[in-house]
């Protein structure tokens, strides 16, 4: 999980920090070392990770490599120059959810975490052949849905030339005109898609999956991130309402290559199929506790709501999730396990479930991903780093071959399980089963 930059800017360098003599007057210091000095005031007082490396041990030998580097201009050293020496040391650091953002990272990370603009088709491709090559998923609204592109399909060519992947990127960037050839299980086509400037908010959506005797009985909620600012946990709890309205008989939770976002979103998306629970948050100022429960959270003494009309599935459940889902999309897969709400299938995941992070802005345009919670369960149990499936199913490219046939394999293991998931009594789950 991690905390947009807004919410850390106030904490950069804060002047009268208790560690603050450990670094250089700023009034003396060049672009370089004063980036290089945040990021280490950052580090001694606000990590909150499972690292046990000495971190003033780190600053103090990372300092000499800084000072070697400058060298050569140590009054008017650039910025710039300090960006490898503090990448060597966030590696360091070991601990793979703190690392250093330069300014191209940094904007694309703001772009993709906040649903700001970029250039893009709208398409997420998967491996085949070695190409990304397979469309994945489609964003609804895009480039390429106006196009008719399709889950499953293969791209082939690109202006009459043999596809490949950095062909697509390059025209994506340029905003160049293409004839895209698309293979869909086996038919041939040609779109034309032009890339342009659209938001990357993807929001959650619901589509209907058959069950073994053909009814349309099971809901699928695909979840594409748990991305800041507002509309992912509502968007959640509408649908779950839809789906029971529908009188569906299970819903599934598509979690899969979700690389997470933001913790509250994430809270109130899960409080629509666990009635409650707490954790523990543990960080370098203390612990403090959150219980989730309908929608709604309570920190500090304090109730914020999450959602509107909140619902709460009782029914059967079960989630997919796979290597690409990470943060709090471990976190949500991790509390529907614990409270045995229905089971996990697909690939072990990433291994960001049992942190949080924030994104601090860096000097002028740069920006450190750094650590500063971890969690537990009231009793202290951790949160797992990665999350273990109830039912493995290791994605490869025999899967991504059969889903280019129109099959997906994960997914019919997820209405399978179905049939074996536990249900929410009356008192547990009210307002009720479906």
Not at 368 to 395: F, W
Request: proline share 6%; hydrophobic share 35%; glycine share 10%.
């Amino acid at each position: 999980m991690f905390s947009l930059p807004a919410l850390a800017q106030s904490q950069v360098g804060r002047p009268g920090s208790a560690t603050s003599t450990q670094f250089k007057s700023a009034a003396s210091v060049s672009p370089a070392q004063a980036v290089f000095d945040q990021v280490n005031l950052l580090l001694q007082t606000s990590y909150g990770g499972l690292s046990p490396v000495d971190r003033e041990g780190l600053a103090r030998e990372y300092q000499l490599r800084l000072d070697a580097v400058c060298a050569p201009t140590p009054t008017n050293c650039a910025a710039e120059k300090s960006y490898p020496v503090i990448e060597a040391e966030m590696t360091a650091l070991d601990d793979e959810h703190t690392f250093f953002q330069t300014p191209e990272d940094f904007q694309e990370f703001v772009a993709s975490a906040t649903g700001g603009n970029r250039r893009q088709f709208g398409v997420k491709l998967a491996l085949l052949d070695g190409q990304q090559r397979v469309v994945l998923e489609v964003v609804p609204n895009s480039v390429a849905a106006g196009a008719g592109l399709l889950r499953g399909d293969v791209l082939t060519s690109i202006d009459g030339q043999p596809y490949t992947y950095d062909a697509l990127r390059a025209a994506r960037e340029a905003g160049r005109p293409i004839a895209l050839g698309v293979s869909t299980r086996g038919l041939e086509r040609v779109v034309n898609l032009t890339s342009q400037e659209s938001s990357t908010r993807d929001l959650p959506r619901l589509s209907y999956q058959a069950s073994a005797d053909g009814s349309q009985d099971v809901a699928v909620i695909r979840i594409p991130t748990f991305i800041s600012g507002g509309g992912v946990a509502q968007g959640v709890h509408d649908l779950v309402g839809e789906a029971r309205a529908r009188g569906v008989r299970g819903i599934i939770v598509d979690l899969r290559g979700n690389g997470g976002g933001s913790l509250s979103e994430c809270d109130g998306a899960v409080s629509a199929f666990v009635p409650s629970f707490t954790r523990v948050a543990r960080s370098a100022e203390g612990n403090s506790r959150t219980l989730v429960s309908r929608g709604a959270r309570v920190e500090a003494g304090r109730t914020s709501g999450i959602v509107t009309n909140p619902q709460l599935w009782t029914g059967p459940l079960s989630v997919l999730v796979d290597g690409g889902s990470a943060s709090c999309s471990e976190f949500f897969a991790f509390e529907i396990q614990n409270a045995a709400r229905g089971p996990i299938l697909g690939e072990t995941t990433a291994g960001v479930g049992n942190t949080a992070t924030r994104v601090f802005p860096i000097g002028e345009d740069a920006a450190l991903q750094l650590t500063i919670l971890n969690y537990a369960k009231p009793d202290g149990t951790p949160y797992p780093t990665r999350l273990t499936p109830d039912i493995a199913d290791e994605q490869s490219e025999a899967t991504t071959r059969l889903l280019t046939q129109g099959e997906d394999e994960l997914l019919n293991l997820g209405v399978k399980a179905l049939d074996g998931a536990p249900v929410l009594s009356q008192e547990r789950g009210q307002p009720g089963s479906p």
